[in-house]
Structures are given as C-alpha cells and as structure tokens.
Antibody, heavy 123, light 107 residues
C-alpha cells in the first residue's frame, strides 16, 4: 500500500520561499506508471492543482503559478519536493502531495494522497 | 484552461434518499473525469475515475456517468458516511482542474 507524507515548515514569512517534501513509501517513486503531484487547498476553499513531476524530472505546472514554482525529484530518497517563491498570504493553504496514475501515455487521476500539511504565510 | 463547474454548491438530503451531483466542463474532456470525496480535516479520496469506474473500496451505491462536458455522481441511498464535500476533476489536458465542490449535508 502506497503511503505519502508531506513535511516542511508550517510558517513562512511573506516574500520568502515555501519548501515542502513528500516522502513516498510502500512503492518506488521511479515507477513507470506513476507521476507525482502537488495540490493545495486554501482554508475553507476548494482544491487547486499546483504541478506534477515524473521520476525523470519532466514537469507540468499550473500557468498561474509557473513563475514561482519548482518541483523536483530525488529518486535516491524516494522523495519529491515543492518550492514556491515570493509567497504572500494568498499562498496560505493545506498542501497535499499525491500520486497520479499514468497509463495509455496519459497522466490521469490522483489515487493516493498524503494527509496534507498546513502552511501559513505570516510575518 | 478547462473550467469545471459543479452544481449545486450545497445539497441538503435526508439519510436514505437518492441524490445527484452535477459537474460541467467548459469544453469536452471525453471521459477523463474523476470524483473525489473529502471529509473535514481529511485528504480527498478518489471515488470514481474515467467518469464511471469505481475506485477500490467505493461502495456500489455511488455511481458516475456522463462524457464530453456533462457528468454526474449519483448516491442511491445516502448513508451517514456520505455526508461530505465532493469534487470533480478533469485530467483530459493540462492544467488539470477541479470543480469548486458540492457539499452534501444532512437535512
């Protein structure tokens, strides 16, 4: 059974960089049938896709966040990471990592999710 | 970007009743549509993918239908564990996008 766990600071100052790591256990991040994604949820609001990465390093980002987002993968540690720069209060959210099913050459739904971690942007 | 619109925002339903949630895409997503359930303080859980295929552990009383731009999630007889927020998501193309959610609450 695949398990994902987010980790990182729960408080980030405005204009600084938010950094989170997702550790994957129970399976390999180098699986050819998996892509790995970050999703966030502002308090009381809906889900927002941030970006997705393959173990080779290929990435897809939401256009509205693309200038500020970097997602990377460390296959030796079975981890992938999110960096979001120049944060403001609008970036306060629960951040989830998840696993996308990849089949028929198509990155599909998210079938495994981490528990989520709240990141607050405040001075 | 494909915009996903869910309706209604809130559904008030009595236990045992049947209810249907709707999701509309701003352009065709074929059958590349998933439904998720989220309870307070929990991560979303995949219920349905490819518009109508139940994920592992999704009970048979939940069913998905539709293709193109119009989709629905039907719960045939609401149980206490079904009261939650439901999101649809398209994965037809990038960026993948979610609807704003429908809250199913106890009437």
């Amino acid at each position: 059974q695949l398990h994902l766990q987010e980790s990182g600071p729960g408080l980030v100052k405005p204009s600084e960089t938010l950094s989170l790591t997702c550790t994957v256990s129970g399976g390999s991040i180098s699986s050819s049938s998996s892509f790995w994604g970050w999703i966030r949820q502002p308090p009381g609001k809906g889900l927002e896709w941030i970006g997705t990465i393959y173990y080779t390093g290929s990435t897809y980002y939401d256009p509205s966040l693309k200038r500020r987002v970097t997602i990377s993968v460390d296959t030796s540690k079975n981890q992938f990471s999110l960096k979001l720069s120049s944060v403001t209060a609008a970036d306060t959210a629960v951040y989830y990592c998840g696993r996308h099913e990849y089949s028929y050459r198509h990155v599909r739904y998210l079938d495994y999710w981490g528990q989520g971690t709240l990141v607050t942007v405040s001075s | 970007e494909i915009v996903m619109t869910q309706s209604p925002a809130t559904l008030s339903v009595s236990p045992g009743e049947k209810t249907t949630l709707s999701c509309r895409a701003s352009q065709s997503v074929s059958s590349n549509l998933a439904w998720y359930q989220q309870k307070p303080g929990q991560a979303p859980r995949l219920l349905i993918y490819d518009a109508s295929t139940r994920a592992t552990a999704t009970p048979a009383r939940l069913s998905g239908s539709g293709s193109g731009t119009e989709f629905s999630l039907t719960i045939s007889s609401l149980q206490s564990e079904d009261f939650a927020v439901y999101y649809c998501q398209q994965y037809y193309n990038w960026p993948q996008t979610f609807g704003q959610g429908t809250k199913v609450e106890i009437k």
